[in-house]
């Protein structure tokens, strides 16, 4: 149920297309939220008004299309992409290619909206969608691990230089969501039962789960959140 008041609020997601990113453009709508969603396929964002279509990997493209869409007021870091390579199989091209969508592309994006706040002269939130990957090590994902942990060193040193300024930076870490994205790595019963076995609330999370998270994040009930890792994981952690 979507409970916070985002009226006169242009908010920005990135990985709108699919999975978690689409759940959180639809929750904060719901909120009343001007959202603009941004994915690199037209044709998975016919569901929302406002679209931004660039891809990613391509940091100069990025930084105009979002300057294109000032002013935003709130912005999601939600877009992520995934390959499952060993630590002896993982390719240049993969580790580039996850550096620049999943870590890149967040401060590109978040320079451009906070440059503009600033000069704007207004406070404002920004949530990186992260992973629990960033502390765990976690088979097959190296270039993913490596991605989300320098995401989340990200997130501190933009809470600690944006603060000042009145905008706020966190990262939501969950675990394995439902998604379209988590099917690619968890779709084999013998590994997510691994997995599941080590979550106390014995399921997975879905992403209407972490919609609701990062809207909070973006509230002013969260006024006084800058900087942390909000973990979202059922008590994986806890184990």
């Known amino acids: 149920m979507a409970t916070h008041d985002f009226l006169r609020k242009r908010i920005l997601v990135t990985g709108a297309g699919k999975g978690i990113g689409r759940e ?50 709130l912005l999601v870091n939600c877009a992520g992409v995934v390959e499952l390579e060993s630590v002896l199989d993982t390719t240049i091209e993969t580790f580039d290619h996850l550096m620049a969508v999943n870590t890149r592309a967040p401060m590109v994006i978040a320079q451009v909206v906070a440059r503009d706040l600033i000069k704007r002269g207004v406070p404002g939130a920004i949530v990186n969608v992260s992973s629990l990957a960033a502390a765990v090590g976690t088979p097959n994902h190296l270039a993913y691990c490596a991605s989300k942990a320098a995401l989340d060193a ?15 930076v966190n990262s939501i870490n969950p675990v394995v969501t439902l998604t379209p994205m988590a ?26 789960e972490i919609a609701s998270t990062i809207a909070f994040l973006l509230s002013d009930d969260a006024a006084m959140v800058n900087g942390v890792t909000l973990t979202v994981d059922g008590g994986f952690s806890a184990g």
């Open 24 to 73: 959180t453009v639809k929750w904060l709508t719901r909120c009343g939220a001007e959202v603009i969603a941004l994915g690199r396929n037209p044709a998975d964002l016919t569901y929302c008004e406002q679209t931004l279509i660039v891809d990613l990997a391509d940091a100069t493209a990025t930084q105009a299309a979002v300057a294109s869409m000032l002013p935003i007021d």
């Open 154 to 168: 990200m997130t501190r040193v933009m809470a600690v230089e944006l603060g000042p300024h009145g905008i706020r």
């Open 183 to 208: 099917e690619k790595a968890w779709s084999d019963p013998a590994k997510s039962a691994s997995m599941l076995s080590r979550i106390p609330l014995g399921r997975f999370v879905q992403p209407s």
